[in-house]
């Protein structure tokens, strides 16, 4: 079974502060992906990264960068955060079409 | 880019009943459709995926159906069990691994 892992479960942290969310998958998969889920908004791309070093903005990018300096893992930063960046974050990895996405069991950030 | 709609937001239905939820998608290079549940408090899980030259696909109790023309695909559940409580995703995807999700459905079945 693919296991992807995210760091932390539940995260608080103040207005301006640099979050690092970790995200990393044990089956070399090539393709990963950070979205955020909110209530009646679905889940919403951020970044996504298709091999090393290589990162491509989604649909909300503005506010967040991303890090993949090694194929299992994949970071997504807040430079500063913000009360509006409160969310469920939940990364994902893919290797084909056929076995779909694994996604990590998310991290709730609480931004004060 | 793509954007995907799903309706109803929520449905709530006897155990036992059919439970149907539709999506629409704008982006007419989109070939790709899978379904996603996510159990309360766990992560979502893959369930069942569609493909652009197919026009229906079942698995058990489950069912998708894809009109490419209108562009709109939907997710049918049979014999509903309290079990099927969750929130369903629908999602497209063009020739890339990019999924876009709608807006989520959360379906209850009340034994």
């Known amino acids: 079974d693919v296991k992807v892992t995210q760091s932390s479960r539940y995260l608080v942290k103040r207005t301006g502060e640099k979050v690092f969310l970790e995200c990393v998958q044990d089956?070399?998969?090539?393709?990963m992906f950070w979205y955020r889920q909110d209530p009646g908004l679905g889940l919403r791309l951020i970044y996504f990264?298709?091999?090393?070093?290589?990162?491509e903005k989604g649909d909300i990018p503005e506010g967040y960068s991303v890090s993949r300096e090694k194929k299992e893992r994949f970071s997504l930063i807040l430079e500063s955060a913000s009360t509006n960046q409160t969310s469920m974050y939940l990364c994902?990895?893919?290797?084909?079409?056929?076995?779909?996405?694994?996604f990590g069991s998310g991290t709730r950030l609480t931004v004060v | 880019g793509e954007n995907v709609e799903q309706h109803p937001s929520t449905l709530s239905v006897q155990e036992g009943d059919s439970a149907v939820i539709k999506c629409t998608y704008s982006?007419?290079?989109?070939?790709?459709f899978p379904w996603y549940k996510q159990e309360l408090g766990k992560r979502p899980q893959l369930i069942i995926d569609i493909r652009s030259n197919v026009g229906e696909k079942k698995d058990q109790r489950i069912a998708v159906t894809l009109n490419k023309t209108a562009k709109h695909f939907s997710l049918h559940i049979t014999e509903t069990q309290p079990e099927d409580s969750a929130v369903y995703f629908c999602a497209a995807s063009n020739a890339g691994n990019m999924l876009t999700f709608g807006g989520g459905t959360r379906l209850m079945v009340k034994p």
């Open positions: 990264s298709y091999d090393v070093k290589m990162k």
């Open positions: 994902a990895s893919m290797q084909d079409r056929v076995r779909g996405y694994t």
């Open positions: 089956m070399d998969h090539e393709n």
């Open positions: 982006d007419s290079a989109s070939n790709y």
